[in-house]
């Protein structure tokens, strides 16, 4: 059984960070792509970041490029993500993703201006 536990998460001003960490258990976590994704109120969900198993690429959405940064460590079968510089813009779900559609819980990121 996959499992994807998400923490982190929290009510954070503007400018400042969070880090988001996903535990996984039920996978082979070393050769999976994790991701993270976001769904802001009345928005469809969206990918936020990539971390590819093979190639140990990284992809980005545009909106967070130069301000978070998707990171793995395999021995712990967990995914964080570092998020910088936090806007408004970011509040939303934030939700982890495994290669083969596993979702986490979610977890709540919201900015206050």
């Known amino acids: 059984q996959v499992q994807l536990v998400e923490s982190g998460g929290g009510l954070v001003q503007l400018g400042l960070s969070l880090n988001l960490s996903c535990t996984a258990s039920g996978i082979i976590f070393s050769t999976s792509t994790m991701g993270w994704f976001r769904q802001a109120p009345g928005k469809q969900r969206e990918a936020v970041a990539l971390?590819?198993?093979?190639?140990?690429?990284?992809d980005y959405a545009d909106s967070v490029k130069g301000r978070f940064t998707i990171s793995r460590d395999n021995v712990k079968s967990t995914v964080y993500l570092l998020m910088n510089s936090l806007k408004p813009e970011d509040t939303a779900v934030y939700y982890c993703w495994c290669e083969g559609g596993f979702w986490g819980q979610g977890t709540q990121v919201t900015v206050s201006s």
């Open positions: 971390f590819t198993s093979g190639s140990r690429s990284t």
